[in-house]
């Protein structure tokens, strides 16, 4: 067996070579002092496939075109098998990508291994770091929820900040007048056909580099005998892929990246932020205004680029120990105080959110719930029905599934059953819901739209919606207004409300109608904050 | 330390390596690869269909004589629901039931049609026959004509999902 193994090796090997460069590649020889500090190279370069072999397949599952594409990721997050993994997947490959290439540059400047003659190997790689910064820019914008709109709204606009060449960047982007299809048809088109070719290009002639001038030795390895590539240094790049992928996974897995609204360009309330990586030039350029900005917007970041390409000829002293590379070592650390600073400062000035964000990622069910019926989902919580009747998959296993019982019963058995339970089911071991005749109607209009396939989504229903809803009805709103088609046309229909008026005015209407439409025959309505606040945050969540 | 018990140490240390190698990328190989196969081969979650669609009056129809109808639909595609025109031929059988076969022909969905003067469906493409029951008469096709699920409100057929293999449903 083995023998025709080797044979067929042969055969191959002599046709293609193969098993010679690879044996080339493997038993490359490598300095005595070579070990953990270098395995950040091969991190990135497999953080690079995870997020080409991620990319193609969200792009299986994906519309590039806007809203479209928005539409297609809701899709991929909540009816694909494993489609939340990937996107998250992708996501945080991109931020981790972004820690392991500046991890990889900060071990190359500290040991001083961009010196003669690999100047070219650490130019290219300061390419490289800012093309994973334009894959991040331009992959910021797919989703096309409002974040992704307004945060690219901002990237274009310093874009067209740049002197003499502002305005063509900004017609190269498609960003005239607005983001709008033409943006997002050039942003796709970079992020994955321009870019992920350009990566690989560079990738070999940034590894062809560093195999033509050898890895960078330490002083006084030129006394020890070297080291093959293979297995060691393999085994120590493997064991860091492995701790990088474990925790992308871990994250994955463990930190839900939300989806927001469909993007909205006539909302005013959107206050957009940047990518993590990217606040601290969003802070930098808060530091000048007026015709200073673009100092802070494009000159500044301009100039430290320029500074990080020109490193290998601005220190050209010998090589030295990287204990007693003290400059490049305070150098280091002050630009990591200094980002720090910049990026904890803008977490810190960030306003808090005016609104509950809303994951459009989950189901949303819940949403074409009446008042009534969601005001249910609240006493069903609050009676902790759960504990003994289970719901589709969840649930205690005392009393029967509820979401198979509904069929089968009406409202006013249910009613009194809550009431009496042994009345309606001799036997049965349940207590007496002690709630007012109203409460339980809603509670029994709940059940009776439970079925298997809306079980869950109904069970995710936010705590704000479910007290919002008791909020309206316990003050009886539906009596003038509609929500979902259900209700009265005193006043106006409530779906829709967001687009229609701002948050403050509608709070301060619940306390004086006719202060604010006048002729509106709307009583006033006391309401204590946290009460407002569900309710508002509820209706504005409504479909429209 | 003599030479020869460095060497199987040196040996073992290796051995350790490579099997470490092989195994930690076997790891990654699966925790990549096999939610990415559950990702591309199993079915999205099912959106609610299984609704009814109206089709036209069937009082009129001459019993044994298949009529082609129209009709417009909801369906699922991917991350939309289109409204889409979608058609059956419809015959009210001997006994006055109603029946309403999809119009593609089993054999490899191209569109067939009623031979009015031979009085059987015919498929253009490689000449299965069927006959008004959808029984096959000839040709290649593998099984008679799949039906669509239908109801009768009044004097109108409603036109629910088509019944058939599942890779062939709509």
């Known amino acids: 067996m083995k023998r025709r193994w080797e044979q067929a090796a042969g055969w191959l090997d002599h046709r293609t070579g193969i098993q010679t460069a690879v044996r080339q590649f493997l038993y490359e020889e490598i300095p005595a002092s070579s070990g953990w500090h270098q395995v950040f190279g091969s991190v990135a370069v497999f953080l690079f496939l995870v997020q080409a072999f991620t990319g193609a397949l969200l792009a299986f599952n994906y519309a590039p075109t806007p809203g479209d594409s928005y539409n297609s990721l809701r899709y991929i997050l909540t009816e694909l098998t494993a489609g939340r993994l990937m996107r998250g997947l992708h996501h945080w490959g991109a931020s981790m990508m972004i820690v392991v290439v500046v991890l990889h540059m900060v071990q190359v400047f500290l040991y001083g291994a961009y010196k003669k003659p690999r100047e070219a190997t650490w130019m290219v790689g300061v390419v490289l770091l800012l093309v994973t910064l334009a894959y991040g820019l331009t992959g910021y914008l797919l989703p096309w929820d409002n974040r992704a709109y307004f945060g690219t709204v901002v990237a274009t606009r310093i874009a067209g900040q740049a002197p003499v060449l502002g305005p063509y960047l900004v017609r190269l982007l498609g960003g005239v007048g607005a983001v709008g299809v033409v943006t997002f048809a050039r942003f796709y088109g970079l992020h994955v056909l321009l870019l992920p070719p350009a990566t690989l290009l560079l990738i070999a002639i940034h590894v062809y580099l560093v195999r033509k001038h050898g890895v960078a030795p330490a002083p006084g390895d030129e006394l020890l005998p070297k080291k093959q590539f293979y297995p060691r240094q393999v085994f120590m790049d493997t064991v860091a892929i492995f701790v990088a992928f474990a925790a992308l996974f871990t994250m994955a897995v463990a930190v839900r990246v939300p989806l927001e609204q469909l993007a909205d360009p006539t909302d005013t309330s959107y206050i957009p932020r940047p990518e993590w990586y990217f606040l601290f030039l969003f802070q930098t350029l808060k530091l000048f205004t007026g015709p200073l900005e673009v100092v802070g917007s494009v000159v500044l970041p301009g100039l430290a680029v320029l500074a990080l390409i020109l490193v290998p000829f601005i220190d050209r002293g010998q090589m030295v120990r990287v204990t007693r590379r003290t400059v490049a070592i305070v150098f280091v650390a002050l630009a990591a105080l200094g980002w720090t600073g910049l990026t904890a400062t803008a977490v810190m000035t960030t306003p808090p959110a005016t609104e509950v964000e809303i994951d459009y990622s989950a189901p949303t069910d819940w949403m074409q719930l009446s008042p009534e019926e969601m005001a249910g989902v609240a006493y069903f919580r609050q009676e902790n029905c759960v504990s003994c009747h289970s719901i589709g998959d969840g649930g205690g296993k005392v009393g029967p599934d509820l979401t198979t019982t509904s069929i089968h019963k009406d409202a006013a058995w249910m009613i009194q059953h809550f009431k009496r339970p042994s009345a309606m089911v001799p036997g049965s071991s349940m207590p007496p819901i002690q709630l007012t005749d109203a409460q339980l109607n809603s509670l029994a209009a709940f059940l009776l739209k439970l079925n298997p396939d809306n079980a869950s989504a109904l069970g995710n229903a936010p705590d704000f919606a479910t007290q919002g809803a008791l909020v309206y009805q316990v003050n009886r709103c539906g009596t003038c207004h509609m929500v979902n088609n259900v209700g009265m046309k005193v006043g106006p229909p409530l779906n829709g409300l967001s687009k229609r008026r701002s948050r403050s005015w509608v709070e301060d209407h619940f306390a004086d109608p006719q202060k604010l439409s006048p002729g509106s025959f709307m009583p006033p309505y006391k309401l204590s904050s946290k009460d407002m606040e569900n309710l508002t945050t509820y209706l504005f969540a409504l479909p429209e | ?170």
């Open chain 2, 1 to 170: 330390m003599p030479a020869e018990q460095r060497e199987t140490e040196g040996t073992t240390r290796r051995s350790f390596y490579i099997g470490a190698i092989y195994g930690i990328w076997g790891i990654i190989a699966a925790a990549l690869g096999l939610p990415a196969a559950a990702y591309l081969l199993l079915p999205p979650k099912v959106r609610k269909e299984n609704e009814w669609f109206e089709i036209g009056d069937v009082s009129k129809l001459a019993p044994e004589s298949p009529v082609e109808m129209t009709f417009r639909r909801n369906r699922v595609d991917g991350w939309k629901i289109i409204s889409e025109k979608s058609t059956a031929w419809v015959v009210k059988e001997a006994n006055h039931q109603v029946v309403a076969f999809g119009p593609q022909c089993t054999h490899l969905g191209c569109a067939y049609h009623w031979e009015e003067s031979k009085n059987e469906f015919l498929c253009p493409c490689h000449s299965s026959v069927f006959a008004v029951d959808g029984k096959v008469v000839s040709g290649p096709a593998p099984r008679p004509l799949d039906r669509y699920e239908t109801k009768i409100q009044g004097n109108r057929l409603l036109i629910g999902p088509l019944e058939g293999p599942p890779e062939q449903k709509a």
